[in-house]
């Protein structure tokens, strides 16, 4: 019995170190073949709150995207249940992009007056903390320009305003992600919906108004046939942080952005003037 047991012992580890060990970031925009990310009932088997993301939707990708999926999982490991959602320019206090003090390369972006989040808070704070993975130990420096450019509040801890720096474009009405991340900083390229891969940065265009700013997971065919798209972000329906599936008729259009040059950080044009307008793609499945 007792060698069984050891045995037994042995081969758990050896499972253990194999689920802890993560898998490496290979340097280079994620590809994709043209086709469409499938998912499956084991795929989403985690459920709406977790932190297995770039264990889960990884698995089939490679590139700048996994950094962002583990982007996610940090974002998330801050909030387990999701942590409140709550948008609110006006309120008393006001409105928190996400409800934790967000920092890029030991930099704060943020001092949350809330613990809750809204969508694009969600979406930046991801990214950001993709950027935290992607640049750990590096010998770029952020310069204390570039850094300011990129905060979510301004130095006296007001709210920055839309159309004001990389934050204020990404949080803008309309698709955000193209204006901060192609028209203003030059880091990614649009890429068409069927090609999306997880960890791409996904802007939705509701039919019964509003839009929502998400990181993409893949797509979903339930039972029944009903045909979903799968996201992160934080909603109401999540109450926050957490993992959503939703049906594809409920989306007029959506414009989907794709991490391509990450070395932009350091470098981008803070008095860029993005166009201010982008016209999303239809989904065609």
């Not at 850094?147 to 990389?166: N, S, T």
């Not at 039972?223 to 594809?248: C, E, H, L, R």
Request: proline share 5%; glycine share 10%; net charge positive.
């Amino acid at each position: 019995m007792k060698k069984y047991s050891l045995i037994i012992s042995v081969f758990s580890a050896i499972l253990l170190l194999a689920a802890c060990k993560q898998k490496q970031i290979v340097p280079g925009p994620t590809t994709d073949d043209g086709s469409r990310f499938l998912l499956s009932e084991d795929d989403l088997s985690a459920g709406t709150f977790h932190t297995r993301h770039a264990e889960l939707f990884g698995r089939a990708i490679n590139g700048y995207n996994l950094a962002i999926l583990q982007g996610i999982d940090k974002v998330q490991a801050t909030a387990d249940s999701g942590g409140g959602y709550f948008a609110g320019i006006h309120a008393v206090p006001p409105e928190s992009p996400v409800g934790y003090p967000l920092q890029l390369l030991g930099k704060p972006l943020l001092n949350p007056a809330r613990t809750t989040s809204y969508c694009s808070g969600s979406s930046y704070a991801a990214f950001m903390e993709g950027m935290n993975i992607l640049f750990k130990g590096s010998e770029q420096k952020l310069d204390s320009v570039h850094y300011e450019a990129l905060r979510m509040q301004e130095a006296d801890g007001g709210r920055r305003e839309d159309h004001i720096k990389f934050w204020g474009w990404w949080n803008a009405d309309g698709y955000g992600n193209d204006f901060a991340l192609i028209q203003y900083s030059r880091m990614g390229r649009r890429v068409k919906p069927v090609a999306a891969r997880p960890g791409d940065f996904m802007n939705i265009s509701w039919k019964k108004g509003g839009g929502h700013s998400v990181v993409f997971l893949g797509w979903y065919r339930r039972p029944d046939g009903t045909k979903n798209v799968v996201y992160w972000s934080s909603q109401k329906s999540t109450n926050g942080f957490g993992d959503a599936i939703v049906p594809i008729s409920r989306i007029k259009e959506m414009l989907v952005v794709r991490l391509t040059t990450p070395e932009h950080l350091f470098d981008f044009t803070i008095q860029g003037q993005p166009k201010n307008s982008a016209k999303g793609d239809s989904i065609i499945w």
